[in-house]
């Protein structure tokens, strides 16, 4: 047995991924344990589970792998500072004594906390260390189903790469292109993020979704696409970009943008965290977004010319971008196109673990037959009937078991189409930011109330934020341009035309409020206002409980399509325990629970109306 520990963490998304002889069998974020989102904390919790989900001690590892290389992080801080100087040299006063106190001695850090997950002998220990866009490609391109690709990866920044372009084959990756910091696809947008008022390394995806409220037709939506090329970056055939750091703090500052800079040239200042956003602001989200969407395809274009592959994976934070991913696939550049789940940080300590079984101990690797490989990525915690009903006797709480399967999902199937709200939590939680049927929120996508239901009074964030579907796989295109399956909820694809309705005259000068109120499917709840849904396509191989609610659904209303959103409130990371479900459960207008067997009603719990008695206060996310 070749047992390997990947660990992410100092940073944000903080992870471990544990690989038995080269498959991943137990991952999971600290986030979920400690319910601190986007913790940076070292990973005991997420150790101390993986370990236990294989009946292994510390000893028994072969090695355990960080998932980048800090003293090429201090080096890079170290000649950003030399090259800006004298400017920012109050950041780098607070900068340097932490990167020395933490950063430099992270080796005695890591042994500390592994300590903390268990006791292990010090000698025994083999602790290996993988740069970070290595981590990120070998991620995607040891878990697609490809023996040859192109690896596209994208984020912020590692040691010194923003993005990198890399070549798969078998065993090996190797490097082709790379572009360096402080020129980033990722910073860019995330300067974006933060400009429009949103928390950079967890807002992005607010932007994401704020872009299609802008006006694609206006003449400052198109003046703002020119006024970024113009004067924020400048764009290459190849893909790479170059930043002009007039306009940017993030290399020696302790903000993102020099922030009056940016009101001369837009003409507004940067929106306070947590401020409304107005119809100028949506049209620049607009115009990031397509700038976006242009440079990432023309690294994908690159990635293709360069090295010849048919296929391509993607990894790095940038490839959550469901729109532009959706993108990707519709250009046709590559035959079939893999995108890393947790493609943030949090995969990276995935990608250490595989780098090390492959490239370190060189064991041969076995191409994943299946068409979903990596177990549906369900390789989180799960708690059986024993479990689950000592944590809700904790809370005497009322439960009724279901133990037909088939009884249960018919009933849940009936109050789904009659617009109730249900909490469904069963098997292994997801690993990344996506639920994907088993940690998850589920609403009928045909009520058009309950777009606004679940953002107000269920997951308390912004009323502009769309909701993904969930759709059989066998039903997807009777529903969605989707030319492949999305099993990962990582793609976007519009709606099909027999099922839109048309917008009123005047439409894209209408005010956001009023967009939201525009009925523009028969799934209106999960169609955005330019027609597009982040779609989850189902497979029965892989999650076959899911399946057979969504089919029950089908056979009871004629539609293989429900609202699936994250089991959690906004500021809270997704729920991972029976407790914290129950939690959830009680804090919002939630109305039955399903945990496993166990079904809960809302009106049947104690105290159910004491809605203060669980409700927590969360930082914005």
């Known amino acids: 047995m070749k047992a390997i520990l990947g660990i992410s963490a100092f940073y944000h998304d903080a992870a471990a991924t544990l690989l038995i002889n080269g498959e991943p069998v137990a991952a999971a974020q600290e986030e979920r344990f400690t319910r601190k989102k986007h913790t940076p ?61 933490e950063k430099m001695f992270l080796k005695k850090m890591i042994r500390e906390g592994l300590k903390e997950a268990g006791q292990y002998e010090k000698k025994k220990l083999k602790l290996l ?72 390394n967890s807002g992005e995806y607010k932007l994401m979704g704020l872009a299609p409220y802008g006006d ?76 976006t969407e242009e440079i990432v395809l023309n690294m994908v274009k690159e990635a293709k010319r360069i090295t010849g592959a048919d296929y391509l994976c993607l990894s790095g934070g940038v490839a959550l971008n469901c729109v532009a991913n959706g993108k990707i696939i519709r250009e046709k550049i590559f035959k079939d196109v893999f995108i890393q789940p947790a493609s943030g940080d949090a995969g990276g300590s995935l990608g250490a673990a595989q780098m090390v079984h492959y490239n370190y101990f060189e064991e041969p690797r076995t191409v994943p037959k299946e068409k979903i490989p990596l177990h549906g990525f369900y390789l989180g915690p799960d708690y059986d009937n024993k479990e689950i009903i000592r944590s809700l006797k904790k809370h005497k709480a009322v439960y009724h078991q279901q133990e037909n399967f088939e009884t249960l999902c018919q009933e849940v ?33 045909r009520n058009k109330e309950m777009q ?123 729920v991972c325990t029976p407790d914290d479900a129950y939690r959830c459960f009680m804090a919002t207008d939630m109305d039955y629970l399903v945990i496993n067997d166990m079904v809960l009603k809302k009106t049947e719990q104690p105290g159910y109306a004491d809605r203060e008695k669980w409700e927590r206060e969360f930082k914005p996310d």
């Open 452 to 574: 606004q239901k679940l953002n107000l009074k269920i997951k308390h964030r912004e009323s502009f934020r769309p909701f993904a579907p969930s759709v059989l796989a066998e039903e997807a295109t009777n529903y969605f341009d989707l030319p492949c399956t999305s099993p990962y909820m990582l793609l976007v694809a519009d709606i099909i035309e027999q099922r839109r309705k048309p917008l009123p005259s005047g439409y894209h000068q209408m005010s956001m409020r009023e967009k939201l109120h525009q009925e523009r499917s028969d799934i209106p709840a999960v169609t955005h206002l330019d027609f597009s849904a982040r779609v989850q396509t189902v497979h029965r191989e892989t999650n076959p409980a899911f399946w057979q609610l969504l089919q029950a659904f089908k056979e009871k209303t004629g539609y293989a399509v429900l609202i699936n959103t994250s089991f959690n409130v906004r500021g809270e990371p997704m």
């Open 41 to 101: 904390d070292f990973p005991v919790n997420a150790i101390r589970y993986c370990l236990d989900h294989a009946g292994i001690t510390i000893d028994e590892l072969d090695a355990v792998v960080f998932y980048d290389k800090p003293l090429l992080k201090f080096e890079r801080l170290l000649e950003t500072y030399y090259a800006f100087s004298p400017k920012g040299l109050i950041s780098f006063c607070k900068a340097i004594p932490v990167w020395i106190r």
């Open 216 to 291: 694609p037709h206006s003449s400052r939506t198109q003046q703002f696409i020119a006024l970024i090329k113009e004067h924020l970056v400048s764009i290459k055939e190849d893909g790479s970009i170059w930043l002009n750091q007039d306009y940017f703090n993030y290399a020696t500052g302790l903000k993102m943008i020099k922030e009056k800079k940016w009101e001369q040239l837009f003409g507004f200042p940067a929106v306070p965290p947590d401020g409304q956003p107005e119809q100028v602001q949506c049209d620049l989200a607009y115009a990031i977004q397509q700038v």
């Open 129 to 200: 260390f993988s740069e970070h866009h290595f981590s990120h490609a070998a991620s995607a391109f040891y878990s697609s189903p490809f023996e040859e690709a192109a690896i596209l990866s994208i984020d912020g920044v590692g040691e010194w790469a923003t993005a990198t372009i890399c070549h798969g084959k078998g065993t090996e990756i190797t490097l082709l292109k790379e572009m360096r910091f402080p020129h980033s696809v990722g910073l860019l947008y995330s300067s974006f993020t933060y400009y429009l008022g949103f928390r950079v």
């Open 413 to 445: 199937a009936a109050w789904l189409a009659g617009g109730q709200v249900i909490g469904w939590f069963r098997g292994r939680m997801e690993f990344g930011p996506r639920a994907l049927g088993n940690r998850s929120i589920l609403a009928d996508a």
